[in-house]
């Protein structure tokens, strides 16, 4: 995969399992995001992951792939595949598992289009965070090791600090961001707003914004944009 996606500051997160208006979709898909995610957590197949590609396809945005279970991913047609390793869950299912199994599985993986991320989730309430049964109650110092460790130790290209539905502590942001020194750090949760965008892109490189499509539509989606530009 080209180096281009280190340079995104606005991710727009679509969800498989979600449908959107097909009036909205033209203003959401060339709202001036840089990239669109395709990513959900519960009922993500091929099928709907391929149905959403189709419906977005023609806009040339760049588009990425970011399965829950790597063996459910699709090359075809996108840019990449992102792959989540979740960091604070004591079930290995979640940091190697899944991932050994697609590997053995499948023997045609683009290897040059992955991008692993190590997945630190914050929200218990989140269905990630409930299926990865993710240790969420951490301080921190807790947060920042762990990015430490993805950082230098393993060499992931991305931190992903992932709060999922709700809006996350600055602090611990910004904690991670003086910490982690090679890896891109993203944030994703709850930003639906200029002021929630300006406020977390201040310390990650990079804000994946996902409900607010479905939940306030394109003229939110496009005042996260401009507050990140």
Known sequence: MKEDWKNWRHITKLDPDKEMPKESVADIVTSGT???MLSGTLNVTKENLTQLREQVKEYDVPMVVEPADPSGAIFEGVSGLFVPSVLNTPDPTWFIGKHSYWVKKDKNIRWD???PEAYIVLNPNSSVGRVTHAVCDLKAE????IAAVADRYYNFPVVYI??????GNPEIVKSVS????NS??????????AAKAAEMGKYADTIVVGNAV???GAAALK???????
């Open 184 to 193: 891109r750090l993203f944030y994703g949760g709850g930003i639906n707003c």
């Open 142 to 145: 807790d947060v920042s090791a």
């Open 34 to 36: 840089d990239a669109l």
């Open 178 to 181: 003086e910490t982690v020194e």
């Open 162 to 167: 992932e709060y999922s539905g709700t809006y």
């Open 113 to 115: 289009m992955v991008v």
């Open 223 to 229: 005042e996260t944009i401009k507050a990140v530009r």
């Open 214 to 216: 479905y939940e306030e």
